[in-house]
């Protein structure tokens, strides 16, 4: 198994610019989320998803869509890129995300830049 | 709200024992779950408590008080490669929307 992947590992956009970071998973997991992270601020939830076609907003969800239409896929979108949004972006994973024990797993990141 | 404090750092020697502690304002969640991040990169799964007391693995020893809202994460024998950041994080029920929040990280330095 591959795990939890992210494409791009780096990404340099301009203000105003969109793109969609990429995140899958083999695992067959149920729940995926995004978290972005910032120095000194810890890991915050910006959008999460229990199954396909099921999708919910986190802690700092504005700026970002995401959608679901596959279990394997949890693409986050930047509609209009702001500096605000520089940051460690990481995509993660879990079987049901419904108990403790339900151990999440972590892609490698992508390090976004927005001048 | 709800909210989750670390220290931001904590700075021990090698084959010392070390406790970061984790205090929390939320109600509601299913157990607290501990997290190590070497250098930025994708954090890995480290302990979890589900229920008052004590849960060890390894070197790594985890506790939780509900009743103190209060846990901590104990290493014990420190290494060198120890040297990481940890999170303490807390699962919401999924009828509160399955979230995992995240304290903001405690830094740990190793010295030799």
């Known amino acids: 198994n591959a795990g939890v992947t992210q494409t791009p590992k780096f990404q340099v956009l301009k203000t105003g610019q969109s793109m969609t970071l990429q995140c899958a998973q083999d695992?067959?997991?149920?729940?995926m989320s995004w978290y972005r992270q910032d120095p000194g601020m810890g890991l915050r939830l910006i959008h999460y998803s229990v199954g396909a076609g099921i999708t919910d907003q986190g802690e700092v969800p504005n700026g970002y869509n995401v959608s679901r239409s596959t279990t394997e896929d949890f693409p986050l979108r930047l509609l209009s890129a702001a500096p605000s949004q520089t940051s460690v972006y990481f995509c993660?994973?879990?079987?049901?995300?419904?108990?403790?024990?339900?151990?999440?797993?972590f892609g490698p990141g992508t390090r976004l830049t927005v001048l | 709200g709800q909210s989750l404090e670390q220290p931001s750092e904590v700075t021990a020697v090698e084959g010392a024992i070390v406790q970061i502690n984790c205090t929390y304002q939320?109600?509601?969640?299913?157990?607290l779950s501990w997290y190590q991040q070497h250098d930025g990169g994708a954090p890995t799964f480290l302990s979890y408590n589900a229920l008052d007391g004590l849960e060890e693995t390894g070197r790594f020893s985890s506790f939780l008080s509900r009743s103190d809202s209060y846990g901590y994460l104990l290493l014990q024998e420190l290494q060198m490669k120890d040297s990481a950041s940890y999170f303490c994080a807390v699962l919401k029920p999924y009828n509160q929307g399955g979230k995992l929040i995240f304290g903001q990280g405690t830094e740990l330095s190793v010295k030799p």
């Open positions: 993660a994973s879990s079987l049901t995300g419904t108990g403790g024990t339900d151990t999440q797993y």
């Open positions: 939320t109600s509601g969640f299913y157990g």
């Open positions: 695992m067959n997991h149920e729940y």
